[in-house]
């Protein structure tokens, strides 16, 4: 056995150990945030809550929870 077919076994081992595509965080994040304001636009995780959105609703345009975000429903909590 050679160099070069030592170096071509290194490189195959360290193939299979090599990490895999990395999951980002951020990118599921983008994806859970399904909430939106129809005054300004701002997007709102989908595990925000009632009192999260009305304060926005509140101090930013001065208008009421459903004004903001119409059809919100809170989704009761998980145990």
């Known amino acids: 056995?050679?160099?070069g077919a030592k170096a071509q076994m290194k490189r195959e081992r360290g193939?299979?150990?090599a990490p895999?595509?990395?999951n980002s965080q951020l990118k599921v994040n983008a994806a859970a945030k399904?909430?939106?304001c129809s005054v300004c636009f701002a997007?709102?995780?989908c595990t925000s809550r009632a009192k999260?959105?009305?304060e926005h609703s509140m101090n930013k345009?001065?208008?009421g929870?459903?004004?903001c975000f119409a059809g919100f429903v809170e989704q009761p909590k998980k145990k």
Do not use: T
């Open 52 to 54: 999260q959105l009305e």
């Open 43 to 45: 997007d709102f995780l």
């Open 34 to 36: 399904n909430i939106k």
């Open 61 to 63: 345009h001065n208008k």
């Open 20 to 22: 895999k595509e990395a």
């Open 1 to 3: 056995m050679g160099n």
């Open 15 to 17: 193939a299979k150990n």
């Open 65 to 67: 929870l459903q004004e």
